[in-house]
């Protein structure tokens, strides 16, 4: 079955850390990924989506993610994490049927 | 800014009672998604609308969930009896159609279900 898997159920960084949380993907040749923000209570954002070209994927809240066909990853990353970035992150995939996987919290200390 | 309307925010009932919930999405997005999150894991699908008709309600169970849209536009899912495993946030999601489709989900603030 095509679906994502989140390794990671927690990452703790410190603010001004860089950041990577992992998601690995079992889909068809192209697949259509994406990531998505969910801060406490609230509904989910759109960060960025792959379906092809460029691998380097910018989003928003300067966040980016990199299509690795070799690994089945597409991992997001961050330079510099903000306090502000504490919330709950989610990879998935599918155009048509979007699925998602469980999650990964960031946490962020001061 | 649009965004995808969901009442109520929150919604307390005991088990074996009926709920409903309400979502508005975006107007003209013709896509409407009824997701189920239970606390610490991923949006699950329950039922995926394209205008007023039924795409894929193959996760809904449905000897106790119905989900309409009637008109094409507003959406009700509703749950009869409620059981103490339905408690989760019940979110909608929305997404244009046609050649204007970008594969992105909007998303309402979601209805959070406890069941007692």
């Known amino acids: 079955a095509q679906s994502v898997t989140q390794p990671d159920i927690h990452i703790t960084v410190s603010e001004g850390a860089s950041l990577e949380l992992r998601c690995n993907y079992s889909?068809?040749?192209?697949?259509?990924l994406f990531w998505y923000v969910q801060s406490p209570g609230q509904g989910l954002q759109l960060l960025l989506k792959y379906f092809s070209g460029d691998t380097l994927v910018q989003g928003i809240k300067g966040f980016e993610a990199e299509f690795k066909r070799s690994q089945s990853s597409f991992n997001l990353r961050k330079p510099s994490v903000h306090w502000s970035d504490a919330a709950e992150y989610f990879c998935g995939g599918g155009s048509y049927i979007p699925t998602f996987g469980r999650g990964t919290s960031l946490i962020v200390h001061p | 800014e649009a965004e995808v309307a969901q009442s109520p925010r929150y919604k307390i009932t005991e088990k074996s009672q009926a709920v409903a919930f309400w979502c508005d999405p975006i107007s003209g997005h013709a896509t409407l998604y009824w997701y189920r999150q239970i606390l610490g894991q991923g949006p699950e699908l329950l039922v995926q609308?394209?205008?007023?008709?039924?795409?894929?309600d193959s996760q809904l169970p449905k000897d106790r969930f119905s989900a309409e849209r009637l008109k094409g536009v507003d959406s009700t899912l509703k749950i009869q009896p409620a059981e103490l495993g339905d408690s989760a946030m019940y979110l909608c999601?929305?997404?244009?159609?046609?050649?204007?489709?970008?594969?992105?989900?909007?998303f309402g603030e979601g209805s959070r279900l406890t069941v007692l």
């Open positions: 999601a929305s997404r244009r159609g046609g050649v204007e489709n970008t594969g992105e989900l909007f």
């Open positions: 609308f394209q205008d007023e008709s039924v795409v894929d």
């Open positions: 889909y068809g040749a192209t697949p259509y």
